[in-house]
């Protein structure tokens, strides 16, 4: 007798630091990306939409990637043996896009995109493997004034989020302060020294989440972080890590105290001095328009992760505090954040194209308004008109019609079920009514419409068409041709 073969049934799960969102979360995603993408472009921002693959060596390594391309990112090699990768944000596309299109796009090029990106990392409490970014960036302007509006739009995104003042900040910084400060250890202008300058950045790009002292070990040897993982450091000396980290702490109260305590640390580096310059310059053009409010503020720490920024950076920095899983006091950080990257489009071009940009992240400013609850009151669903009688669909579809013409959202039951699976299926639907024609309905031109706010504590209770006239809960009746009263009614 032969032996029966098992069937192979894969077991259902989702991959680590891959969300999956669902009715209200990811209605609340969608109207952050409908807040951000309206600012943008009532500032004048065109949209473009770029693939979700390019080549690997077009997005170029500005991840922390050591022996392998797929390092930092998700990458695969295609049939000529050329690798592949994910986009790991929307500016290195765009930096594709502008210059393999240079000549006919006009200058400067203001554009904002919208779509999903992939980081090959560690996923953590709100960092997520895939997640959703909105982008406006202006190509081919020059001079603090583009970063300064760059930092206006992602102060307009917060407030249009609906984020009250105070609950959220613009930290700006210039990467050319921390260049002069490299310089100045000893961390040498070469493809080795730009992989160590790298490791710098991601080492003071989690300052926030691991303090000073686990930054110093990323600056120095290395961390093993709770799990056990190891993170290979940037190899600083104690004394360059003492540099480093003093930098990453002269902000001070005020904005003439902050660029005072800055401009000793660049020494004769001349490099340093334009970026005091610079600092010093937007500065002025956001308290010129208002925006030295609380909602900016010049803050040394701030060097952002990717290496292909060149001048200033800023982040938009969430205040607000919760609690994490195990009671604690925690704050979100990061909701996006942006910079100049002259040097980018160069990769292609071989001549220096001036570009500035803003990312706001959708997902994790979503996760962050779920977890505090303020993703707002739960839309209701869609009035439900059941199916009762299966040769009269054609009549069922006429009257959700009806109301979708009257700008109710409305659908048909499309199950095989009865009528108490039926109510149970509005129920879990969040429908605010029922609409009900079964044969006596349809035999006296009429309809009933009950409302399920005041009556869905009964809905698992009904067992037929018995039981439902015998009760009638929050329901009306009335003339088929009054159906759209009969459902308006019933909502007030």
């Not at 105290?257 to 800055?262: C, M, Q, S, V, Y």
């Not at 409010?293 to 060097?303: A, H, K, N």
């Not at 739960?378 to 059941?386: I, S």
């Amino acid at each position: 007798m032969s032996k029966k073969v098992k069937t192979f049934r894969p077991k259902a799960r989702r991959p680590k630091g891959f969300e999956d969102r669902f009715g209200t979360l990811a209605n609340a995603e969608n109207a952050l990306i409908g807040a951000a993408a309206g600012v943008y472009a009532s500032h004048g921002f065109e949209p473009l939409s770029t693939s979700a693959l390019e080549y690997a060596d077009c997005l170029g390594k500005f991840l922390p990637d050591d022996d392998r391309p797929n390092e930092g990112v998700f990458a695969f090699t295609d049939d000529d043996q050329q690798w592949m990768a994910l986009r790991y944000d929307l500016t290195a596309p765009l930096a594709r896009f502008v210059a393999e299109n240079y000549d006919p796009l006009p200058k400067p090029l203001r554009r904002f995109a919208v779509g999903p990106v992939w980081r090959n990392e560690k996923p953590g409490p709100g960092r997520f493997r895939e997640f959703i970014q909105v982008d406006a960036d202006t190509i081919g302007a020059p001079g603090p004034a583009a970063d300064a509006e760059m930092i206006m739009l992602a102060a307009d995104v917060m407030d249009a989020a609906g984020l009250a003042r105070g609950e959220y900040v613009i930290r700006v910084n210039n990467r050319k302060l921390l260049d002069a400060i490299l310089g100045n250890i000893g961390v040498p202008d070469t493809e080795e020294g730009a992989v160590q300058r790298l490791r710098v950045l991601r080492a003071i790009d989690k300052l926030d989440r691991l303090g000073a002292d686990g930054v110093a070990r990323l600056l120095g040897d290395g961390r093993k972080d709770d799990s056990g993982d190891f993170t290979k450091g940037a190899g600083l000396s104690a004394q360059g890590i003492v540099a480093v980290l003093g930098y990453t702490q002269a902000g001070a109260d005020t904005l003439e105290a902050t660029l005072g305590a800055l401009q000793p640390l660049m020494g004769a580096s001349t490099v340093g001095a334009q970026g005091v310059e610079e600092l010093r310059a937007i500065a002025a053009l956001l308290q010129a328009c208002g925006y030295d409010d609380g909602r900016t503020l010049i803050d040394p720490s701030i060097v952002r992760g990717l290496g292909y920024y060149t001048g200033p950076v800023f982040e938009a920095d969430l205040r607000i505090e919760t609690v994490n899983e195990k009671g604690e006091p925690a704050r979100f950080g990061s909701a996006g954040g942006g910079g100049r990257y002259d040097d980018l489009i160069a990769r292609f071009r071989g001549q220096p194209v001036p570009a500035t940009g803003f990312s706001f992240g959708v997902s994790r400013f979503a996760a962050a308004l779920h977890a505090l609850g303020r993703l707002g009151p739960v839309e209701p669903g869609p009035v439900v008109v059941l199916a009762l009688e299966v040769d009269r669909m054609a009549d069922y579809f006429a009257m959700a019609s009806e109301l979708r013409a009257a700008g109710m959202r409305s659908e048909v039951y499309m199950g095989g079920s009865g009528m108490k699976a039926q109510m149970k299926y509005a129920d879990k639907r969040g429908a605010p009514a029922v609409v009900i024609v079964g044969e006596d309905e349809r035999a006296a031109n009429s309809v009933t419409v009950k409302n399920l706010v005041l009556g869905d504590k009964l809905s698992g209770q009904i067992e037929d068409n018995k039981e439902w006239r015998s009760g009638r809960p929050a329901q009306t009746s009335g003339p088929r041709e009054q159906l759209l009263k009969l459902v308006q009614d019933a909502l007030i």
